[in-house]
Nanobody
Framework: QVQLTESGGGLVQAGASHRLACTGT???????MAWFRRRRGNEREFVAG????????YYGDSVKGRFTISRDNAKKTVYLQMNALQSDDTAVYYC???????????????WGQGTQVTVSS
């Protein structure tokens, strides 16, 4: 069974930087990996995604230029570097994996349990 585990959530001050990590089992790392978030009362929102080995990345409009997704396949880990954090970034962040690149959460096969990031202003 494929498993994903997020880490790094916590309380962060507005304007600061913070990094999340998602570690998976062996089989997840041939997948397109992404970060989603769910802000209070909202649907899951695509944050960033990265291809398995080509280094192609995608970003949601609300985080473009502030967040960076990267992956270390040897460590089976995907990272989300978050800079210039704003109170609107407060959310539960999830990592997810799927075979083909997509921004649609319903198309993802594997999900982590989520990690809370709270940005205080």
């Amino acid at each position: 069974q494929v498993q994903l585990t997020e880490s790094g959530g916590g309380l962060v001050q507005a304007g600061a930087s913070h990094r999340l990590a998602c570690t998976g089992t062996e089989s997840t790392f041939s997948y397109f990996m992404a970060w989603f978030r769910r802000r209070r009362g909202n649907e899951r929102e695509f944050v960033a995604g990265t291809s398995a080995s080509e280094g192609i990345t995608y970003y949601g409009d609300s985080v473009k230029g502030r967040f960076t997704i990267s992956r270390d396949n040897a460590k089976k880990t995907v990272y989300l570097q978050m800079n210039a954090l704003q109170s609107d970034d407060t959310a539960v962040y999830y990592c997810a994996g799927t075979a083909l690149a997509t921004r649609t959460p319903g198309s993802y096969d594997y999900w982590g349990q989520g990690t809370q990031v709270t940005v205080s202003s």
